[in-house]
């Protein structure tokens, strides 16, 4: 789970946008991948794109949850 303090989603328009120099854009998407590419590259230039498969925080996320699974597994069947 994403720590809260740290992590966010936020709807902003274009003239706010303008107002910070140096922003970075995010977008996670479930769906028809194609036509939202084609939808966000036509709007707002996607300079680059990164698969999950392919994400840092994605894989290291799910090797801590799948060990912590492994671990708690061993520690039930040892009682």
């Known amino acids: 789970m994403a ?3 740290k992590f966010g989603v936020a709807i902003v328009t ?3 946008i303008k107002r910070y120099n140096d922003l970075t854009y995010f977008y996670s998407i479930k769906g028809d991948l194609n036509n ?14 990164q ?4 994400n840092l925080r994605y894989i290291l996320a799910k090797r801590k949850l799948n060990n912590f699974l492994n671990l708690l597994l061993k520690y039930l069947f040892c009682f």
């Open 3 to 5: 720590d809260p303090t």
């Open 14 to 16: 274009q003239k706010d």
């Open 36 to 49: 939202a590419k084609e939808y966000i590259d036509k709007e707002y230039k996607i300079i680059m794109w």
């Open 51 to 54: 698969d999950i498969k392919d």
